[in-house]
DNA sequence: ATAATCTTTCAATAAGTTTTGAAAATTCAG
DNA sequence: CTGAATTTTCAAAACTTATTGAAAGATTAT
């Protein structure tokens, strides 16, 4: 396989997969241009590789930027932006995370939080059981919640290494 | 709160967490129903209870049975079909984490190994610099599709208590 | 076998999401 | 300040995904 070839396959596929994650596959496919491109793109490079419009691309290496995943690159004597994406696998990893846990986690947390306080007799069937059910979950969420913290934070080498030593 | 309010919120509040994760709004609506329900219910009960239609209950039901987060009731002398959800928390969570390594993961490792022996010279910078970037990813996915697996397979106290041990 | 009851399918439609492209806003050099 | 270059916005259009509901298919009681 050629490497222009092997990028681009590279770009479809990571598209493809954004998509089934419930991210915006033209996001995805962006990402996946900077991480293999061997320069930071301008704005009219990310459309003319990709096929798609300014207010495409704006917005996307915007959102792209907000997750963290992308810097944009200033270059003297140029009007240009140019964009560069993070390299280091594990930082874009614990970002994802991160949006995730904002997005999922939080949210959960929160809702499960309102749904205390049920009026009336504790000690009905139907009352306990659903506090009950609701308590489980939301202990649940709540160790979840504590262990993407902690891998969010780690540094790489320490967090596999400690488990695999742990799984072994 | 009184208690059908209470049931009614969570309900709702699990659609909309489950459209934020790529999970069908109605589908997380159906599971969180038969959670917090007392007793089994009819797919008339369900249309009813969600406002939805037959085809579509019908549907979300049956996927959430193949999950596995649901299971179908036979009452003695009664030609309906009942369902009733998965209530232990770790077990819907370890159901809906290998439908996502299913989904999201697998198919990325599988797109990764496809992206091997670039034509031209291994020296050259540019060949160079993919396959790296590449094989980052490939390691790391390789990593996470592993910590999954024992994840999946674990007992949660083993799981839990392992963990935070680890963290402590 | 027949009819009643229930489940499944699927084409049409509705709802939701993403993309476009041109206009407005911003930035910067002279 | 002016005007060229660039970025941002956003309403309309294209595309994608979910839902409906009626018809077809199953299943069971009589």
Redesign the pocket.
Known sequence: MKLDEAKQQFIQSWGVLG?QWGI???MAQVHALLLVASAPL??DNIMEEL??????A???V?DLMNWGLVDKIIVQGD???YFSAEKDIWKVATKIMYQRKKRELDPMLKVLNQLTDIEGDKRNAEVKAFTERIDSIKKFAGQAEKTMDVMIKAEENWFWSSFLKLIK
Not at 51 to 56: E, F, K, Q
């Open positions: 998509s915006n596959r033209t301008s704005t096929s798609i419009s300014r207010g495409n704006n917005m996307n915007r009007r240009k932006e």
